[in-house]
């Protein structure tokens, strides 16, 4: 099992970047997928992005259109969403989650992930 701790969320305007922290404890970070997902205010929660377990693939949800990279430091047990170029769309609650299960692929269904952090809020103004 692993525990997982968002932080690095905040107030922004529109045109800056944030980087995102998922801290993981437990010694099996490394078999995991992981995965960013975001929800705004009265609407279902959606894909991100995600990366496999050695940090060589990775796959992102169609609205990020090459602003958002998500990386991991594994001896860090740490997953980072970079994200660029921030639009007040982007104003949500995101969450890191990890999936033991299906890795190598990557999937994009919340419902495949079983361990969830707690989430960051990203206000974005414009």
């Known amino acids: 099992q692993v525990e997982l701790v968002e932080s690095g969320g905040g107030l922004v305007q529109a045109g800056d970047s944030l980087r995102l922290s998922c801290a993981a404890s437990?010694?099996?970070?490394?078999?995991?997928?992981m995965g960013w997902f975001r929800q705004a205010p009265g609407k279902e929660r959606e894909f991100v992005a995600a990366i496999d377990m050695r940090g060589g693939s990775t796959t992102y949800g169609e609205f990020v259109k090459g602003r958002f990279t998500i990386s991991r430091e594994t001896a860090a047990n740490t997953v980072y969403l970079q994200m660029n170029s921030l639009k007040p769309e982007d104003t949500a609650v995101y969450y890191c989650a990890g999936d033991p299960n299906r890795g190598p692929s990557m999937s994009i269904r919340e419902y495949d992930y079983d361990y969830w952090g707690q989430g960051t809020q990203v206000t974005v103004s414009s």
């Open positions: 437990g010694r099996t970070f490394t078999r995991y997928v």
